[in-house]
Nanobody
Framework: QVQLVESGGGLVQAGGSLRLSCAAS????????LGWFRQAPGKEREFVAA????????VLADSVKGRFTISRDNAMNIMTLEMNSLKPEDTAVYYC????????????????WGQGTQVTVSS
């Protein structure tokens, strides 16, 4: 079992920055993948970024490359998503998720989800 709690969402103007954090507890092992997904109104949930807990290898969606950075603090069991140069199309509920293994981008691998945090980018 893994428990996830997100924090850090809010309202920001286009071009601004936000930092999202995900505090993880429970069975976190080296093969665990922690990821961020987002869901905008009327749209399907989509992959944003993910990190392998042990190796630190990362994957980012093409839409956020160069603007978002994902990292983790193994000692504190916290994953962070730094979001810069935000655009109105980044507006969504952002979810932290965990998978025990498998490809980092694979939605179907993620069994554990946080409650979500709202990110709103105004134009």
């Amino acid at each position: 079992q893994v428990q996830l709690v997100e924090s850090g969402g809010g309202l920001v103007q286009a071009g601004g920055s936000l930092r999202l954090s995900c505090a993880a507890s429970g069975r976190i092992i080296s093969s665990t993948a922690l990821g961020w997904f987002r869901q905008a109104p009327g749209k399907e949930r989509e992959f944003v970024a993910a990190i392998r807990w042990g190796s630190g290898s990362t994957v980012l969606a093409d839409s956020v490359k160069g603007r978002f950075t994902i990292s983790r603090d193994n000692a504190m069991n916290i994953m962070t998503l730094e979001m810069n140069s935000l655009k109105p199309e980044d507006t969504a509920v952002y979810y932290c998720a965990a998978a025990t293994g498998g490809p980092l981008r694979a939605f179907s691998e993620y069994s554990y989800w946080g409650q979500g945090t709202q990110v709103t980018v105004s134009s």
